[in-house]
């Protein structure tokens, strides 16, 4: 009956220490977040953006409230349930790419398959994958051997390997030019319309909003629209 929200959170705050100071980067959340949305979150710096969106990833735990996705408590996982059900199910694409300097970057996009399934079958699919990206010339180069736009492109891929119901992708384009960018959300578009996965992202830039299907803007730990 509820599976029409892919995500449903309720009542989430985190808490930060910072010395003496007591900082609520997320308080009181609650947020339902259809299956098949692409969904932008919006806000000014330190509205807690990331904080909110590293919950909802599983990245990390809130003090309080719980987080359902697919119908899962997740809240009550352990941390290895927690990583299992994260690499199965959730991709994330960070602002800085977040590749492994030392590894080539069919390497960085075969690492989550491997904790799954062989060598030889994570290296097939992430050639493909890489292939479908317009990667397929570049699998061997070191991700400093990239441009910014194709390191975000194998992280993409990385994201993608092991086929996630949801990606998850904090600024993704703010350390792109204007082609690398529209490029980048362009396969999200692709990825949301033709696959139907699911998109949370966060976004500094008001034209990308037009990509969105919903629109949530924090204020000081709070969803204010
Ligand atoms: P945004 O992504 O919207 O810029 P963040 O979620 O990064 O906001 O941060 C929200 C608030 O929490 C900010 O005041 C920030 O300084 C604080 N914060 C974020 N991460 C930490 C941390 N690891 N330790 C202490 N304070 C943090
Ligand atoms: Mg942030």
Redesign the pocket.
């Known amino acids: 009956m509820n599976d029409h929200y892919i995500i449903k959170a309720e009542s989430i705050t985190k808490t930060?220490?910072?010395g003496r100071t007591i900082?609520k980067?997320i308080d009181n959340v609650s947020i339902n977040i259809a299956k098949g949305d692409f969904l932008m979150i919006t806000?000014?710096?330190?509205?807690?953006?990331?904080?909110?969106l590293h919950q909802l990833a599983l990245l990390d735990s809130p003090d309080s409230g719980a987080i359902h996705i697919e119908e899962k408590n997740t809240t009550k996982l352990h941390e290895k349930g927690r990583m299992e059900f994260r690499l199965l199910r959730l991709g994330y694409i960070f602002q800085e790419y977040a590749l492994i300097a030392e590894l080539t970057a069919i390497e960085n996009v075969m690492l989550p398959a491997m904790m799954l399934e062989s060598i030889k079958k994570a290296k097939r699919k992430a050639f493909e994958l890489m292939e479908k990206l317009g990667l397929e010339e570049k699998v061997n180069r070191l991700p400093s051997e990239l441009s910014g736009g194709e390191q975000q492109k194998v992280a993409i891929a990385r994201a993608l390997i092991n086929r996630p119901k949801i990606i998850f992708a904090?600024e993704p384009t703010a350390n792109l030019d204007t082609i690398a960018s529209k490029d980048v959300l362009d396969i999200f578009k692709y990825l949301n319309q033709k696959e139907s996965i699911t998109i949370v992202m966060?976004t500094h830039e008001p034209e990308e909003l037009a990509y969105a299907k919903s629109k949530v803007q924090?204020s000081d730990?709070r969803i204010v629209s």
């Open positions: 930060y220490h910072s900082i980067a806000g000014r710096n330190g509205s807690g953006k990331s904080t909110l904090d966060i924090l730990g």
